[in-house]
């Protein structure tokens, strides 16, 4: 393609992307996906698997847009975003967040939105449609996949629901993490093994929630995560 050709393409956009997701296939598919600038005018200047790998990389690289995946080992999207607030908030060059997820959970979205991310979309997303999210958070302006814009005005916007549950917001991002598995039916031991922690841990973290929202036992926590919606 020549450089006539590829600034047609795309329009004369540029936009340097930041890959963070735990699968590494799905990074390398969302990279070969829209990862070829002549044709979209997207640079992925960098990728990361957890939360401590995402924030180094991320303040090495200083992206236009950042693609974070909401469940991250080290404390998930919303652990990243705190973490990279300075960032958010510079004036001369700001990153901006687009959550990419398989999750569509109310919860999962308004959580990132409180962070910071600019937008919400899940893997079901084209790789056109994609590109198009990127810039579009690249210029600030605001992106969700359709079915989840309706969360955040519920959040944010309705004067019928409150936009912050105090119980809720006790809990740590790991916290949640676990409670949300919990009230799913998971054991203690396949929690550990899909969070990346020990059993021990998961303990310690069923313990914290129990404490914190002042509730008994499991049966308990998962009425309690019912009636909020989060399973």
Do not use: C
């Amino acid at each position: 393609m020549s450089a006539e050709q590829s600034e047609e393409t795309t329009g004369g956009r540029r936009a340097r992307v930041v890959l963070v997701d735990d699968h590494r296939m799905f990074r390398a598919g969302v990279q070969a996906e829209i990862g070829e600038t002549a044709a979209t005018g997207v640079e992925v200047v960098g990728e990361a698997g957890d939360v401590d790998q995402a924030v180094s990389v991320i303040s090495a690289t200083r992206p236009d847009v950042v693609l974070l995946d909401v469940h991250l080992p080290g404390g998930g999207g919303v652990e990243v975003l705190r973490r990279s607030s300075a960032l958010m908030a510079d004036p001369e060059q700001p990153v901006r967040f687009l959550a990419l997820s398989v999750s569509d959970a109310a919860e999962d979205v308004i959580g990132v939105i409180r962070g910071g991310a600019r937008g919400y979309v899940t893997k079901t997303i084209t790789g056109r449609d994609l590109v198009d999210a990127i810039f579009q958070v690249a210029d600030d302006d605001a992106v969700f996949s359709p079915r989840l814009a309706g969360f955040v005005l519920d959040a944010f916007a309705s004067t019928d629901a409150a936009p912050v549950d105090e119980d809720l917001d006790r809990l740590t991002q790991r916290e949640r993490e676990v409670l949300r598995l919990i009230a799913r039916g998971y054991a203690y031991k396949e929690i550990a093994k899909q969070l990346f922690i020990s059993v021990k841990t998961v303990e310690s973290h069923v313990s914290a929630v129990l404490r914190k929202l002042q509730l008994s036992n499991r049966h308990e926590l998962t009425r309690w995560a019912t009636a909020r919606r989060l399973v």
